[in-house]
């Protein structure tokens, strides 16, 4: 049986109502997400969220980030850059979240090439995030089936990580979405595939990390995990495309992505859905 | 008898005048100002104040901020991401910056709802801040007079804040500025409105933020504390709207929001203001 | 004896020769650079990094830092918002990149103004970085031959740090490379000069800790540090040129120049170098 609603054998049209209704539910909630993110991407992820109509809150001090997981829609926990007292917020926010039942997304950032933010992801995973967003490398070392790439670098095929993946959906119960040419997203004994997007996400610093951010909106504001996973990176990927049409390098694009990520709506993420999945 | 040398009841000649004498200093002094901010905003709130014309400087850790008080033109204090070493360092820069004389602002991000931000606010507020800039419920909250709004949204409307700005103003000697589509800022017994401005503000992070370092940088630039952050509230709204004209979201928005802000000189500020006062 | 492979009397030619393929090798070669820099910069100090076509890896916490410099291909210890873990992990880089043979670039920003960053830049000294890049002031400051000015600010000429690069240089047999409208860089008894570059890079934050980590991904790509130290420093004043061109003001400055540092190419560095060379 499985626990996400999104029929296993929707017809197209079902699963284009379903994203397209996602985004129009962050519109219309702007969900509060609570970010404990990498110092390189607060800039970014916070614009994303803003320009994606979601409300973000980079709450992420040991004093505060349990009481605040408390009230956000939903949190995400990037492992970029874990210093010792985000580390602890970070615990903190996962047990809070879990307890109270907020949604929450794990972006295991560079896990497995470094001991102590793989012990601290580890840590996070046994609170069983609603959804684990990373590149292949990650994904695979978290679930303990490998050792990793070279920092934020994935060298490694989206497809190689299905197995880790579903090991890891299946521990947690949760999503798991792996980033690349064509992304990977597991949910328990389902697997979706979407390409599209641009490789001009991959020339800017944060794409990545906003794309987790921007799974959290969704996830605050949708009732199925598997389909507001599915949207973030539908919406991820059509403002990446569009930007790249208007951009000269990757300064112009990053201005020209949050840009269309504002103007991305149900409308686009519907008609845009089926060319791309695989 | 008001501590403010703005003419109670200038002529609007007057006070045009002012603004445009303030915006000149800023330009011909380049005052340094400390920042002391949340990791979101730093980027954007150092390119506002070099694109104003100031010197930013984010000393921000426990062993120098007391240090950099005593020299720095102005202090900025900001409480959006408060850890454990940044809070020890506000203690000490705003006591330091109130014993060497040093004008600094307070800007009380999320106050209200978290307590551990809360009670840090508290105290700086006995170091008497030369201004308080924040939003509706921020201001509410740290007066004591309501719980604050949720994490940086504002939905109170800034007159709502009127009676505690007002309090809050009595307390401190100082200037207490509450940002929203029409800004209310108060001195003592007078009180400014202002209007103009974009809505674009509020759909990219850190421009409140900025808002309140360039305040400081006009309060190290200008004799009278009222005339500087009247100008930086006009300065900011002027190079809104000049942007909102030239773009086509929030990503391109706040690059021309940048420029406009270098481009705004005491001639648009003096030629600006009184269609904008309420 | 020169420990610097760049030709004392190089032909024209050779130097130009020497730029591209410095050029081509980051291109070619992508350099895994560990950056432990202050928390403003780091955004665009990433950006400039993948448009160069490096690999950005931040990596600064006391945990970590060792350990990745060990595999870094270069690291950069950038002194611009030393709180304590950011300190100790500084420290812990540069005695494990040093042990390793990784080559390592120290930017003593704000150097001499205030004592707790120059004792530990003073400290990290001792660990020989392979170049040291900073203004004037802070190099002075640095060499023990003056105070430093204020913050980042540069106001003396880069000339008049000569004698202090030069004290640097002998001290850790490595590169120092002074910034300012004609760049001086030392190498034992060697100087190179470069003009060229634009006023607007002064009129963003992070461009001068950008050109840091840039020299950090040449260092990490190419056989001789001051062929790779000019290179970096040409590839950003070409870019900035560029990017003069065609911007309204410091805010789409910035997003051409990334633009301009993607599309900057071996055959651009070439090109450029003569006109450039002091």
Redo the contacts between chains.
Sequence with gaps: MSAFDLPARAADSDLSEAVADARASVFGTAP?VQCLT???????T??VL??AGA??????????AA??AR?AAAVLINL???????AEAMRAAAASATTAGTRWVLDPV?VG?????TALARDLLDQRPTLIRGNASEVIALAGMGEGG????TTVDPEAAEPAARALSSRTGGVVAVSGPTDVIVAGDRTLRLGGGSEMLT????AGCALGALCAAYLGATADPLAGTLAAHLHVALAAEEAEIR??????F??????????TGPDELAAGLLDRLA
Aim: aromatic share 4%; net charge negative; proline share 5%.
């Design positions: 509060l990498n110092t390189v991407v607060t800039t970014i916070a614009n803003l320009a409300a973000p809150a980079m709450v992420d001090n040991a004093h505060e009481e605040f009230v970029g850059t874990p210093d010792d007292q985000r560079a090439g470094l001991s102590f933010r070279r920092g934020v670098d020339r800017t610093t944060g951009t000269a390098g990757p300064g112009s990053v201005v020209a992505w949050v840009d269309a990520i504002s103007a």
